[in-house]
């Protein structure tokens, strides 16, 4: 197992212990105060805190508020016709241009993965413990279970696809994993295989026009997708990405600010647009 991504996943369970006492406390909640509370002293909580995401716990408390998702609609708003022209741009799409897709058959998804080998592993992520799926055409699941369990993501993913071979072979995943969560500070192509319903694919296509560290709306995939009137439709096949993180669900918002649902847990949800918010700061700093 990669060292730093296990320090990774642990980095992730010392933020999410935070973002609840701030939940709780609010921006006021001081340094000494929270380093306090999860028994750490002030320069090892702020160590630990910079490492992750490269800003000081002071302005990362920033991105964790419930008033965070509101500023990104308002500052990071992504139209999705002109994403790619105006995402391609900057740095913070970087991660993204590693990613190429094809999707499975209409045919093909029918048969509930009839015929269809999936390798599967546990990994150590930003965001806790995740499992991540592959075929031989590429990554088709990752779940996470910090907020769940591990039998529950297994149950969940392996669900999808009742009909498939299971198989364990972390090692055959391991570079398109290693790559996905940034660990060993090198980028590798991830190409991604889409199992899904043809319009639950639309969306997933249309999540994968978001730079990363900004956002869209429900309504605003509906629209791209030619389907403007089925905004909850959306908000399902969102809710139904089999490849979370490297397919930006979690960039997806409602139209009032609200966070949404997540289907791996909010805590997730919000660590994940919090960690990229504070890696786009950083790297235009």
């Not at 750490?40 to 302005?59: D, E, I, T």
């Not at 979690?250 to 919000?270: E, N, Q």
Request: neutral net charge; aromatic residues 10%.
């Amino acid at each position: 197992m990669n060292i730093q991504n296990t320090e990774n996943g642990y980095h992730y369970n010392v933020m999410r212990r935070a973002i609840e006492l701030i939940d709780e406390a609010g921006e006021g909640l001081t340094l000494d105060a929270l380093a306090k509370q999860m028994d750490m002293s002030p320069a090892h909580f702020q160590r630990l805190f910079s490492a992750w995401v490269g800003v000081s716990p002071k302005r990362f408390q920033q991105y964790l508020t419930l008033g965070h998702a509101k500023a990104l609609l308002k500052n990071r708003f992504t139209t999705l016709e002109t994403a790619l022209t105006t995402g391609l741009s900057g740095s913070g799409r970087l991660h993204d241009l590693f990613v190429r897709w094809e999707a499975m058959s209409p045919g093909e998804y029918a048969r509930n993965g009839a015929g269809l080998t999936i390798y599967w592993g546990w990994f150590e992520s930003p965001f806790g413990p995740a499992l991540v799926m592959g075929t031989d055409k590429g990554i088709c699941g990752i779940a996470f279970a910090a907020e769940t369990s591990e039998e529950h993501a297994m149950e969940d993913l392996t669900g999808r696809w009742p009909r498939a071979e299971f198989v364990e072979d972390p090692m055959r995943l391991r570079p398109w994993a290693m790559s996905a969560f940034g660990a060993d500070g090198k980028l590798e192509e991830m190409p991604l295989f889409l199992i899904g319903a043809p319009f639950q694919i639309k969306v997933w296509e249309a999540l994968l026009t978001v730079p990363s560290g900004h956002v869209t709306t429900y309504s605003e995939i509906a629209g791209a997708i030619g389907k403007p009137k089925a905004v909850r439709a959306v908000g399902t096949a969102v809710g139904r990405n089999p490849i979370s993180w490297l397919i930006p669900c979690h960039r997806a918002l409602r139209k009032s600010g609200g966070l949404g649902g997540y289907h791996w847990g909010l805590p997730v949800k919000r660590a994940m647009l919090a960690y990229e918010a504070a890696q786009l700061e950083d790297e235009v700093a």
